[in-house]
């Protein structure tokens, strides 16, 4: 009976600090809230493949890798970009990408093919 009580004293600590008792690794939402709580506008670069484009609006949601400047994992979302940025783009395309970060959303400041 002393096992569970012992396990539990560690447990309480991790999950006070916002981290998984099993892993002690911060969720990807943790992450983006964060990043989203801190309301500072900061550009950045990331590396992904189109998942969908929305060529009225230039919407474009990427699967992309971490980006080191936001200290985000790596995730899918959609950003924000203008109709002549999404041309000659086609889902499934491979694209080194800048975004403008506003603590809310992302803007796309470019996007080329890799």
Do not use: Y
Not at 30 to 43: H, L, R, T, V
Not at 46 to 51: F, H, L, N, Q
Not at 93 to 101: E, H, M, N, R, T
């Amino acid at each position: 009976m002393k096992i569970p009580f012992i396990a539990a004293l560690f447990a309480i600590p991790l999950a006070a600090c916002g981290q998984s008792a099993s892993t002690g690794q911060a969720t990807k939402s943790d992450a983006m809230s964060n990043i989203a709580m801190s309301g500072e506008s900061k550009q950045a670069n990331g590396v992904g493949t189109i998942t969908a484009i929305d060529a009225a609006t230039g919407q474009i949601t990427l699967d992309h890798g971490p980006v080191a400047e936001l200290k985000w994992p790596a995730m899918t979302m959609t950003f924000a970009g203008n109709a002549a940025m999404a041309q000659g783009l086609a889902v499934g395309d491979k694209v080194a990408f800048s975004f403008q970060w506003d603590g809310q959303a992302g803007r796309l400041t470019s996007i080329r093919k890799e």
